[in-house]
């Protein structure tokens, strides 16, 4: 089975542009969380969706959204990015929620410059 | 705020060795705590985990050690050898149950 997988690989933006990144999460997973890891630091938790539905959101401003698709898969949406927004983005599923047996992609590494 | 805080930034260990790593949190009101493996390029994997209830797991060559009177938990590695050379980090979750608070990363390299 295809573990959770994240597009693109790479991604270089200019400082006020928008981005979208996709997960689709394993099959079978109905929860998606993402997560951004700055480099030499641990992950940091954005959302997380359940069923469609968030169910939980970190310490992100506005600018950050996202949103599940009926077949699970997700976008996460930065807007007016800033150089601060350069990182790794890390999309972990998991079959119901919450924090237990999460799987995650490889991640997407974005450079704002 | 800083509620993890995991020790050694970085750790080198000759193959063979024991590779311990420790993780201090500040709030007690957490109720799962992973280890995570991450190797360079590739999304962290859920090495081992433990709820407080219980004092040690062990998995194989891992072991996770807690102390929950001084708010500490600890990963050894026994027998380590260079396949086990990555970046580990501890998380902690909040009652909350959606989101897992991390530490900084310890970057083991074993030595052959």
């Known amino acids: 089975d295809a573990g959770v997988t994240q597009s693109p690989t790479h991604l270089i933006k200019t400082r006020g542009q928008q981005v979208t990144l996709r997960c689709s999460p394993i099959?079978?997973?109905?929860?998606v969380s993402w997560y951004q890891q700055v480099l030499g630091q641990g992950p940091q938790f954005i959302f997380q969706?359940?069923?469609?539905?968030?169910?939980g959101r970190g310490n992100f401003p506005d600018r950050f959204s996202a949103r599940q698709f009926p077949n699970y898969s997700s976008e996460l949406n930065v807007n007016a990015l800033l150089l601060g927004d350069s990182a790794l983005y890390l999309c972990?599923?998991?079959?119901?929620?919450?924090?237990?047996?999460?799987?995650f992609g490889p991640g997407t590494r974005l450079t704002v410059t | 705020q800083q509620q993890v805080k995991q020790s050694p930034q970085s750790l080198i260990v000759q193959k063979g060795g024991i590779s311990i790593i420790n993780c201090a949190y500040e709030?007690?009101?957490?109720?799962?705590f992973p280890w995570y493996q991450q190797f360079p390029g590739k999304g962290p994997a859920l090495l081992i985990a433990i709820r407080p209830d219980v004092s040690e797991k062990k998995e194989g060559r891992f072991t996770i050690s807690f102390n929950k009177s001084a708010k500490q938990f600890s990963l050894h590695i026994m027998d380590s050898q260079p396949g086990d050379s990555a970046t580990y980090f501890c998380?902690?979750?909040?009652?909350?149950?959606?989101?897992?608070?991390w530490g900084a990363g310890t970057k083991l390299i074993i030595k052959p």
């Open positions: 969706y359940y069923e469609k539905e968030e169910r």
């Open positions: 998380a902690v979750r909040p009652d909350s149950n959606y989101q897992l608070i």
């Open positions: 709030n007690t009101a957490f109720d799962y």
């Open positions: 972990a599923s998991n079959l119901a929620g919450g924090t237990y047996e999460q799987y």
């Open positions: 099959s079978g997973h109905k929860s």
